[in-house]
């Protein structure tokens, strides 16, 4: 896996309070229908949210094939051409640059 700035710990990984089963009520005074309405909300949130990455990364695999398939074309036209043209790429390319002195 790639490490950056995506690999980085952030708000996302902070545990709630419903996570972490703390609670600002006893649990004899509070009720089972609101901790059940509590857990339906925050399962419906990340069940979103599982789609919404599957679909992205359908996305992203879509664009890397065409990637993967535009750079097989170009490697296989460059081959040929290396192949009907051979004296061009036996010759190193020379760059001529011009410089001037500054003065600072």
Known sequence: MLRGATSLSGLK???????????SISRVQSSTHLDLYMLCK????????????????????????EINTEMGRLKKEDANRRKAYPEEFKKPLKKDWKTMPLKY
């Open 13 to 23: 990984d902070i545990r709630t309070m419903t996570s972490s089963k703390k609670r």
């Open 42 to 65: 925050e399962k419906d949130r990340l069940e979103k949210e599982v789609y919404i990455l599957e679909k992205r990364k359908k996305v992203i695999q879509k664009k890397l094939d």
